[in-house]
């Protein structure tokens, strides 16, 4: 039997339920090899042998192929628009206790982000970020709330001054910031999705997944908002077809659900 990339496809969705199908070959299939190199392991089949059996070599590979990137206020431009005309009108249509989904979390950067943004509009008691990640190692990583200075560069120097301290050559996330946020593991392309949001943020991550699945991923979204919610998604997306799944378009990175 030739064991090829078919056949560690089949066997890595037994072992993880990370369907590779979904995201785009080349791309994934280049990682993968890197990998498999960087061990010395010969072949798809002894590779997938040792994702049985050792532990850490299990968490490296499913931690590399989720393709951890973030860091706090990506974007600025784009957090301004949240904090000055998004963030407002959420409230103004839905109130303060505003559900919010932070979607492929990574370490947490993104909804200690939102929570320091919403900080601005609302009682840090009144604010809650669902936030999810199929990766549980960056999900135990966010749970610690430890940063380098590159990941809080976009964090306003107001907000820095008053929710990081400055640990070593780490700055900590102040426990009031890690207190408003919820986090669990979830697969976009398995798992149900909630339901009811007011807000889901989705940003840089369906750059790496098949059409198909994108388009799969942004109707699931649609069907998670309420009716008025919307999605903010990453400066590399956009939704080419967001009018057929009945979206309207607010900015270039801000998706509707009307009402």
Request: proline share 3%; charged share 30%.
């Amino acid at each position: 039997m030739i064991y090829d990339y078919e056949y560690f496809k089949k066997e890595i969705y037994s072992l993880t339920t990370i369907d590779l199908n979904a995201y785009k070959e080349k791309q994934m299939k280049r990682r993968i090899d890197t990998l498999i190199a960087k061990h010395k392991i010969v072949g798809y089949d002894k590779y997938v042998q040792v994702l049985k059996t050792d532990r850490e070599l299990f968490e490296e590979f499913v931690g590399y192929i989720t393709i951890n990137v973030s860091e706090f206020y990506r974007n600025p431009e784009q957090w301004k628009y949240l904090d000055e005309t998004v963030i407002p009108e959420l409230i103004q249509r839905f109130g303060k206790n505003l559900k919010i989904w932070s979607a492929a979390c990574s370490t947490g950067d993104e909804p200690y982000s939102l929570v320091m943004a919403l900080s601005r509009h609302v009682p840090l008691q009144q604010i809650h970020i669902y936030a999810t990640d199929l990766d549980k190692q960056v999900i135990a990583k966010a749970k610690t709330g430890l940063y380098n200075e590159k990941s809080i560069e976009g964090v306003p120097e107001d907000l820095k001054k008053k929710y990081f301290t400055k640990i070593g050559p780490s700055y900590k996330i102040a426990d009031e910031i890690k207190a408003r946020v919820d986090f669990h593991q979830h697969n976009l392309l398995k798992d149900a999705y909630p339901t009811e949001y007011h807000l889901i943020v989705c940003r840089n991550v369906l750059i790496y997944f098949t059409e198909e699945a994108k388009d799969e991923v942004f109707r699931k979204y649609y069907h998670s908002l309420a009716k008025g919610g919307m999605l903010f998604i990453g400066s590399t997306e956009q939704i080419m077809n967001y009018r057929e799944i009945g979206f309207e378009r607010k900015s270039s990175f801000y998706y509707v659900k009307p009402l």
